[in-house]
């Protein structure tokens, strides 16, 4: 999609039917706590930054989860930059580009930060208490964790991509953003 086309309030539901498990662990991290590490921020900002969301609405979804904890003020001082930073508007003005799954899955992710891959990072009892939560069938959940064990992440991560578009199998998943954009289209959207 063309930027601007995705819309803020329409994160929830594309969390659950075409974000890659490491962005919607991220969403839903930051929904429940209201707040994500330095590396969540970053890996999650960039990837919406990728799939279209304007620097606008980044400002205005990071800020209205992040004053349910703390004052604007301190959103302005300390996040508005970081959230700008991300869209190259701070610093060095670099045009960030999203993480691609070998970046996260070489991420070193510690207690309490949701960033990294899931099917890396996550304990595998976690892993298939959240797949089970989120409706995947048990031949699935089943193939996915022969895959984690095996350490073939990425193509756990093409399964799982298979499991929430009734069987559309996926390229070869490379990238958190390739994976929300296959899905786009399988979808129809
Ligand atoms: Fe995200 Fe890539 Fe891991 Fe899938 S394989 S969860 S897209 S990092």
């Given at each position: 999609?063309?930027?601007?086309?995705?819309?803020?309030?329409?994160?929830?539901?594309?969390?659950?039917?075409?974000?890659?498990?490491?962005?919607?662990?991220?969403?839903?991290?930051?929904?429940?706590?209201?707040?994500?590490?330095?590396?969540?921020?970053?890996?999650?900002?960039?990837?919406?930054?990728?799939?279209?969301?304007?620097?606008?609405?980044?400002?205005?979804f990071?800020?209205?989860?992040?004053?349910?904890?703390?004052?604007?003020?301190?959103?302005?001082?300390?996040?508005?930059?970081?959230?700008?930073?991300?869209?190259?508007?701070e610093?060095?003005?670099?045009?960030?580009?999203?993480?691609?799954?070998?970046?996260?899955?070489?991420?070193?992710?510690?207690?309490?930060?949701?960033?990294?891959?899931?099917?890396?990072?996550?304990?595998?009892?976690?892993?298939?208490?959240?797949?089970?939560?989120y409706?995947?069938?048990?031949?699935?959940?089943?193939?996915?964790?022969?895959?984690?064990?095996?350490?073939?992440y990425?193509?756990?991560?093409?399964k799982?991509?298979?499991?929430?578009?009734?069987?559309?199998?996926?390229?070869?998943?490379?990238?958190?953003?390739?994976?929300?954009?296959?899905?786009?289209?399988?979808?129809?959207?």
């Amino acid at each position: 999609p063309r930027g601007g086309e995705i819309q803020i309030e329409d994160l929830d539901k594309h969390s659950k039917t075409s974000y890659p498990l490491c962005m919607r662990f991220l969403h839903e991290a930051l929904r429940a706590s209201h707040h994500l590490r330095h590396n969540g921020r970053l890996q999650y900002g960039l990837f919406l930054k990728g799939i279209g969301v304007t620097l606008q609405d980044a400002m205005r979804f990071w800020r209205d989860e992040f004053t349910r904890i703390m004052d604007v003020d301190k959103f302005e001082k300390e996040h508005a930059y970081n959230v700008r930073y991300n869209y190259g508007q701070e610093g060095k003005r670099t045009n960030y580009t999203p993480y691609s799954c070998m970046k996260i899955i070489c991420s070193t992710p510690g207690a309490g930060e949701y960033h990294g891959c899931p099917f890396k990072h996550s304990d595998s009892k976690i892993l298939v208490n959240k797949l089970q939560a989120y409706g995947i069938s048990t031949s699935y959940i089943a193939e996915i964790s022969e895959l984690v064990k095996g350490n073939h992440y990425q193509v756990a991560c093409g399964k799982y991509f298979q499991s929430i578009h009734g069987g559309k199998t996926s390229s070869g998943i490379q990238h958190p953003n390739q994976f929300f954009e296959e899905s786009q289209v399988a979808l129809g959207n």
